[in-house]
């Protein structure tokens, strides 16, 4: 096996060794610096080769999705307004009249499904290689976490933008939340009668939701790196592999990161999302976006309550994996029960969606 | 050499510091004075603001004489219209009616009613309105605007920038993950593991 050399962290107490400046360039030596105190080349972990794959960097994906998030929304937050008098108006006012204001709008709408969407994926690809077993449990309940996290906080986004899709999705939020009682008070106005909803799922959106996925995101990190990157179900023999430091691993991420980022920029710039009306209560005349269909006919189906049970099922199975799928079997071929099921809920989810698009372009 | 090296860093660094102490003087000179501006600036002398003002003075529990004084300003500012004189009047003799040796409860009830008096005077009501703005899920809509659709494709000579940009990011990204992919190829690897495992 070819070894990578790393450098471990400075230990406390320990003598430092002689640097040797002249060897160093300034950018190494300020490393060392900073290393020397706090011990950042702790992330220069080994990781095998299979690791560098397109596959196995959906998880750095979806979080540089995040950042990318995180720096598109602090911008659009310095002009959208979240109040119900004036929300719909500013990203009106953000989009026509702000410096590249349409342009973050865009980029942060198509990342942010993109994020969901790459979540998704890496969560399949973990399914689907095992590397959820045995000792990862625990990983993938956080990583399930941050999957629902990010689901509440496009939820939360859609509503903000205050149009009428965003009231209508907000409405049928309240229908729920009134039929869980006691339990669904954080989600209902009865919490906090005198502040609007809309300000209370703006806070939910830049500082509850976001703040619990930076944490759980850490978390995930710090986890990884202790049970190192999972094995390749079908490359048992590790030494046919080189390693590399986690931070190679970091560059190649960065670089498909770059290619999305792209690819995004040109979806914000020719594929501009549109600002709905602004809400008129007790009418409903459109349907949410498109990754929250595969329950949207609930409601009319099976009634309200359906709404609820479907999320709470879906997201239950997916935290229940590592309870459900226990056997050490880490190829997909062997696993013929969980493959099944994962394939009959793909279709599910799809066939409702497809139902919603022909069927609900305005609402029930 | 050891010598003039010790002298040329030790000129080094005084030379940092003075440019450094250059740089203060400089941010010093250009950042605007706290007190100089404080100084030029000019309050104002219509008798609401000066109403408002006696009511914080109330509400800060200033000193009487400056209470006193704030009133006084109010009351000798030109009459302007939705200001109570008599409720300022009212309000001034209340003050004037207490002391610093008045027990503490009835100088905090003189203080209460002379903070009404006050906003009565500039016609607000001791209870807070109900407010106007939209609570809980209520839509705050008043005008039904359109749905508004930002122009597909390239409008302006920013969108051209942008395209061209993110072309550029497409093009690197590509060549980057290209240039630091791993040696061998998963197909590679399993072909390898199985040899490994075969032997």
Redesign the interface.
């Known amino acids: 096996m070819v070894k990578s050399s790393s450098t471990a962290p400075a230990d406390v107490g320990a003598v430092p060794q002689p640097r040797t400046p002249e060897t160093r360039g300034l950018l190494g030596r300020a490393m060392d610096v900073v290393d020397e105190r706090m011990g950042i080349k702790a992330i220069q972990y080994d990781v095998p080769?299979?690791a560098?794959?397109l596959g196995w960097s959906l998880g750095g994906l979806t979080a540089t999705m995040f950042f990318t998030l995180l720096i598109t929304g602090i911008y659009l937050a310095q002009f959208f307004t979240p109040?119900?008098?004036?929300?719909?108006?500013s990203v009106?006012y953000l989009?026509n009249n702000v410096w590249?204001g349409?342009?973050a709008r865009g980029l942060h709408y198509w990342a942010a499904q993109a994020m969901f969407v790459l979540a998704l994926l890496h969560m399949v690809r973990v399914f689907l290689h095992g590397s959820f077993k045995r000792p990862r449990e625990g990983n993938w309940l956080v990583g399930s976490a941050m999957l629902l996290l990010t689901f509440l906080a496009v939820f939360t986004g859609t509503v903000i933008k205050w149009?009428q899709e965003g009231?209508e999705a907000?409405?049928h939020n309240?229908d729920v939340s009134n039929l869980l009682g006691g339990a669904g008070i954080w989600f209902?106005?009865s919490l906090s009668?005198?502040?609007?909803?809309l300000l209370r799922l703006y806070t939910a959106h830049v500082v509850i939701l976001p703040g619990l996925i930076l944490a759980l995101f850490f978390l995930h990190a710090l986890l990884v790196k202790r049970h190192k990157i999972s094995p390749?179900p079908?490359?048992?023999?590790a030494?046919?592999?080189?390693v590399?430091p986690f931070t190679?691993h970091l560059?190649?991420v960065?670089?498909?990161?770059?290619?999305?980022?792209?690819?995004l920029?040109?979806a914000?710039?020719?594929?501009?999302?549109?600002?709905?009306?602004?809400?008129?209560?007790g009418v409903e005349v459109t349907r949410p976006l498109w990754f929250f269909w595969w329950f949207f006919p609930f409601e009319k189906w099976f009634g309200t309550v359906s709404v609820a049970f479907s999320i709470a099922i879906s997201f239950g199975l997916v935290f229940a994996v590592p309870f459900l799928d226990r056997n050490n079997k880490r190829k997909w071929r062997d696993r013929k029960v969980a493959m099944s099921v994962l394939l009959v809920v793909f279709l599910i989810m799809a066939a409702i969606s497809v139902n919603v698009y022909i069927y609900n372009k305005f609402g029930h | 050499v050891q010598a003039s090296t010790t002298r040329w860093h030790g000129g080094s660094t005084r030379l940092g510091r003075a440019a450094l102490l250059a740089l203060l003087l400089t941010l010093a000179l250009f950042l605007p004075g706290a007190t100089s501006a404080r100084a030029d600036m000019e309050g104002p002398t219509d008798a609401k603001s000066l109403v408002d003002i006696a009511t914080a003075q109330v509400a800060a529990r200033v000193p009487l004489d400056k209470v006193t004084e704030g009133i006084d300003a109010a009351l000798a500012a030109p009459p302007q219209k939705g200001v109570d004189r008599a409720a300022i009047e009212e309000a001034l003799a209340v003050v004037k009616s207490v002391s610093a040796t008045t027990p503490a409860a009835e100088l905090e009830a003189a203080m209460s009613k002379t903070q009404a008096l006050l906003q009565k005077a500039n016609g607000v009501s001791a209870v807070v309105p109900k407010?106007t703005?939209?609570?809980?899920?209520?839509?705050?809509?008043?005008?039904?605007?359109?749905?508004?659709?930002?122009?597909?494709?390239?409008s302006d000579g920013?969108?051209a920038a942008?395209?061209v940009?993110?072309?550029?990011?497409?093009?690197?990204?590509?060549y980057?993950?290209r240039?630091?992919?791993?040696?061998?190829?998963?197909k590679e690897?399993?072909r390898?593991?199985a040899a490994?495992?075969g032997a």
């Not at chain 1, 030494?239 to 080189?242: C, I, L, M, T």
């Not at chain 2, 940009?165 to 590509?174: D, P, T």
């Open positions: 080769e299979h560098n794959n109040m119900p008098e004036v929300a719909n108006q009106r989009v590249l349409g342009f149009d009231y907000l409405q309240l209902n106005s009668e005198r502040v609007p909803l390749h079908f490359v048992p023999a030494e046919v592999e080189s590399e190679n560059k190649r960065g670089a498909f990161g770059l290619v999305l980022l792209g690819v920029s040109l914000a710039v020719i594929f501009p999302p549109l600002i709905g009306p602004t809400p008129v209560a | 407010s703005l939209a609570v809980g899920d209520e839509t705050g809509t008043t005008v039904v605007l359109e749905t508004f659709q930002p122009p597909f494709g390239i920013g969108d942008l395209v940009l993110a072309l550029a990011a497409i093009v690197g990204g590509l980057m993950a240039r630091l992919r791993p040696e061998h190829s998963i690897l399993r390898r593991s490994v495992k």
